[in-house]
């Protein structure tokens, strides 16, 4: 093979094995963001679990509103964790 052949060859495998390896980082990213995610929704919803038993057993309607606005709060917290974490889809 004449030094230009090598170079040529040496190019493309090169650029292969970077294409490859960019392939496998970015599927690890994902996978570490998505591990991210589901961390964030876990936080929030561990969150409502500890606050629960002090929640009053039968609530009067002030109460009522006061535990929508609480839930409400933590839903809307949880479904924001895939902008908090960039994933991407």
Not at 18 to 45: F, G, H, K, L, P
Request: proline share 7%; net charge neutral.
């Amino acid at each position: 093979m004449t030094p230009k052949r090598l170079l040529v060859a040496w190019i493309i495998v090169f650029t292969l094995w970077q294409v490859w390896d960019n392939r496998e980082n970015r599927m690890r990213v994902d996978e570490i963001q998505q591990a991210r995610e589901e961390s964030c929704q876990r936080t929030y919803e561990g969150i409502r679990e500890v606050f629960k038993p002090l929640f009053p057993p039968k609530p009067n309607p002030t109460q009522k509103e006061s535990l929508k606005t609480f839930n409400d709060t933590i839903d809307d917290l949880k479904s924001q964790c895939d902008t908090q974490v960039q994933v991407h889809q």
